[in-house]
């Protein structure tokens, strides 16, 4: 099945469909991670983007039920150099070209991706279109200039859950009998389009986790009298959500709060500052991280397109505590007098290395 994935700047690519047909449209990314792809299509940050992989072989151990990081794949689409025809792996169920024709998700290959990946690098992330259906060059790039894009774009209404819920699964290793945690913390999530990893790694460390939509007001969480609040990751432009940023600067001072990835810039709008749109974003399990106030480097995983601007932030009490050692962008952030900090990667890793595990630990000792 012939496909073509075609730029808003007029590059177009040709390759063939590996699993459902039709057309996509989303902002069109790449992810350097050698491994993880069932974790990153099931990652609510990517709704709104088609993922291209560096890594010229995907698919090659299958999918399995348990690698899930939310309720579905969010991803609009899905680009690869060649995807595996055969999976081995004793955890696997199943192949990834089935995996994206049972949940409508288009998939190419047989493109040049470090090509891809350098037009990227070189011009930004641009809008951009697959599909199996219409196959004229010139009409697929209109397409892809007349796509919605990210900024402004309110995307968390379309990955937050519904209603409130308890989340009670903890990490691999305490189910298999490592012991079990004693519950002494109740904290409220604000699910921005969260991560379940997140949430294991929460109970893992004895916490009781109450998940609510992104829509839940101040009012209402403090009601629910946690010990305190994690904002999560998510998707998009995090201008796009003024309601979710007004309801958090009513719970600043207030409780504990932890935020990450979108939830990280979420926090810097609502100490007033800015955010901007980084060229082409940090998205890969291998970003370099100094912290700071240790001076240790850590290697993160990361998945976004937005960043937060410290000096636009005027309460001289946020400090900055993280930087990204490849572009020098802000990757945290506290407030020296009230209990609150985040980072924009993911401490939760799935996939990616665990050096950013010890803030869930940071976390749990606010609470104490």
């Given amino acids: 099945m012939e496909a073509i994935l ?32 069932q974790e990153i299509l099931t ?52 192949g990834l070209g089935e995996f994206l024709k049972k949940y409508n998700i ?21 809008k951009g279109v697959i599909s199996t259906v219409d196959l004229d060059e010139k009409r697929l790039v209109e397409k892809a200039k007349a796509s919605p894009g990210l900024v402004g774009r309110d995307l968390i209404k379309e990955v937050t859950c519904p209603e409130p819920y308890d989340w009670n699964e903890g990490e691999f ?36 986790v109450k998940v609510v939509p992104a829509t839940t007001s101040a009012k209402d969480m403090l009601a629910m ?41 979420v926090l810097g709008l609502a100490f007033h500052g800015k955010t901007y749109k980084l060229k082409f974003g940090h998205r890969g399990g291998n970003q370099p991280v100094l912290n700071l106030e240790n001076k240790k480097v850590e290697i993160t995983a990361q998945n976004h397109g937005f960043a937060v601007d410290m000096n636009s932030i005027p309460d001289k009490d946020v400090i900055l505590t993280h930087i990204n050692l490849n572009d020098k962008t802000a990757e945290g952030l506290r407030h020296r007098k009230l209990p609150v900090f985040s980072i924009q990667y993911h401490p939760e890793a799935s996939p990616g290395p665990h050096d950013a595990g010890y803030l869930f630990d940071r976390f749990i000792d606010m609470l104490g």
């Avoid at 709704?47 to 609009?76: C, H």
């Avoid at 719970?251 to 990280?264: A, D, N, Q, T």
């Fill in 6 to 37: 075609a730029l808003e700047d007029g590059r177009t690519f040709k390759g063939n469909g590996f699993s459902a047909g039709g057309e996509a449209y989303g902002e069109v990314v790449f992810n350097t991670s050698m491994m993880g792809y």
């Fill in 43 to 94: 990652d609510p940050s990517y709704k709104g983007q088609i993922v291209t992989m560096t890594y010229p072989l995907i698919g090659n151990y299958g999918v399995n039920e348990k690698d899930f990081e939310s309720r579905r794949p969010y991803a609009e689409g899905f680009v690869v150099k060649e995807s595996s025809t055969l999976h081995n792996n004793w955890r696997a169920q199943g």
């Fill in 106 to 126: 288009i998939g190419i290959e047989g493109i040049d991706t470090r090509a891809l990946t350098k037009h990227l690098r070189t011009y930004g992330a641009k």
């Fill in 173 to 208: 290793t305490f189910a298999q009998g490592q012991g079990e945690v004693k519950q002494n913390y109740k904290v409220v999530v604000l699910d921005c389009g969260v991560k379940h990893n997140i949430l294991r790694k929460l109970v893992s460390r004895g916490c009781q």
């Fill in 225 to 265: 009298e946690p010990d305190g609040i994690v904002l999560s990751n998510g998707p998009g432009d995090p201008e796009g959500i003024p309601y979710v940023i007004e309801n958090v600067r009513g719970l600043l001072g207030k409780v504990p709060v932890f935020g990450i990835c979108l939830g990280h810039q």
